[in-house]
Structures are given as C-alpha cells and as structure tokens.
C-alpha cells in the first residue's frame, strides 16, 4: 500500500533559525513527489515537484530534495510569513493511469518573531 | 487567470439530507480531482475525472457519494442521507493532464466547509 508519514507533526522555530522537515514514503513506484503550502481555511498551494532520487529545487527560502525513501523540505532563515502547514503528497504509478495523489498528514510550521 | 472555485464555501447540513458540492476547474485543464480532508487526517483522494470519464473511483468511500462531470469543464459531487461522519473540507482540484500517465501539478480549489448536524 502507498504510504507517506511526515515528521514532525509540529515545528515551532524563531525567526531565522533554519530547519528542515521530513517527508518519508512507500510506494511501489514514483511517478513525482510533491510539496505543497497549506494556510488556515484555504487550498493547498503548490510548491515543487521532484521526479527521480537526487534531485533539489529551490524556491526563496524554500529547498526540497529527494532520495529512493524520503524527501526533505529544508527552511533557511525562515520568517513568520512561512508559517503554514506543509504538505508532502506522492504520485504513485498506477496500471490504470490514475492521477491520484496520496498525502502524508502535513507539518504545522509556525515561525515566531 | 482564475483558478479553481468552489461553492459553497461553507454547507452546514442535517444528517440525512443530500448535499451538492460545486467545482470549476481552471480553463482548459482537463483533469479533475476531489479529495476530503478531515479534521487532523491528511488529503484523502475520492476521485479523479479525465475529461467526463472517471477511470478511477476507488476513494469514494461509500454508494452514497457519487460525483459527475459534464461538458468537461464544471463537476458536482453529490453526498446522500448525509452522516455526522460526512463532516469535511472537500477540496477539488485540476490539472492539464494532455496526456494520461503525465505528470501535472494538480492546483487546488479553496474547499466547501462541510459540517453535518
């Protein structure tokens, strides 16, 4: 069964203080990984899409990465405004084709000042 | 552009009754997808239509959720003799998706707030 467990569940961080958060999966095959931003009462906001082991993207104070198990979403020098819930979702490959997401339960960041 | 809508934003319903959710994809994204998140659970998929068609409805989690799409664009997901347990955010979301088995970014609507009584 396709599985993603982040971690942590919570992430308290004061300003500046870089950190990263963990995204671990299961899935019989890869077709993409994903992060998304999530702030209270809206959609899920798109962040980045990793393909194969070893691949990084960059996005502002934003990095992620990936290997064959896990992927790391790492914030430098983080600001209140990047408070939010993050999300980490695989895109399993399917007989059928199926676009389906599955996600993990998210990690609440909050950045104090 | 816009991006995906959904209505209402808020439904507030008795147990038993039937409930409409509303989604309008992105402009010429031809995949669509609902997904339900409850209360401290992640994102769990319901169902995904390629143009009218949906190839794959294994998420729905009971006959009393049923979902359409017509003329490849708007999508209304139906709930029957809604259940306390029907209580969610239902999201839609949509995607290029040209061709089936590619990767695109699935971009999200802001939800209907869904509480059972």
């Known amino acids: 069964e396709d599985q993603v467990t982040q971690s942590p569940e919570a992430l308290r961080l004061q300003e500046g203080e870089s950190s990263s958060l963990n995204c671990s999966y299961t899935?019989?095959?890869?077709?993409?990984l994903f992060w998304y931003r999530q702030d209270p009462g809206k959609g899920p906001e798109f962040l980045f899409t990793l393909y194969s082991a070893g691949e990084e993207k960059e996005k502002e104070r934003l990095k992620a990465t990936l290997t064959k198990k896990e992927s790391f979403l790492h914030i430098t020098a983080p600001k209140p405004e990047d408070s939010a819930t993050y999300l980490c979702a695989v895109q399993p490959i399917t007989q059928g084709g199926s676009e389906k997401l599955v996600f993990g339960k998210g990690t609440k960041l909050t950045v104090n000042p | 552009g816009a991006g995906v809508s959904q209505s209402p934003s808020n439904k507030v319903t008795e147990k038993g009754k039937d409930v409409e959710l509303r989604c309008d994809p992105i402009s010429g994204h031809t995949a669509l997808y609902w997904y339900r998140q409850s209360l401290g659970q992640g994102l769990e998929f319901l169902i995904y239509?390629?143009?009218?068609?949906?190839?794959?409805k294994s998420g729905l989690p009971s006959d009393r959720f049923s979902a359409e799409r017509t003329g490849g664009s708007v999508s209304t997901l139906t709930i029957q003799r809604t259940q306390q347990e029907d209580s969610a955010v239902y999201l839609c979301?949509?995607?290029?998706?040209?061709?089936?088995?590619?990767?695109?970014?699935?971009?999200f609507g802001p939800g209907t707030r869904l509480t059972v009584l």
């Open positions: 979301a949509s995607s290029l998706a040209l061709r089936q088995g590619r990767t695109d970014t699935q971009y």
């Open positions: 239509f390629q143009g009218n068609s949906a190839p794959d």
């Open positions: 899935v019989s095959g890869l077709r993409g």
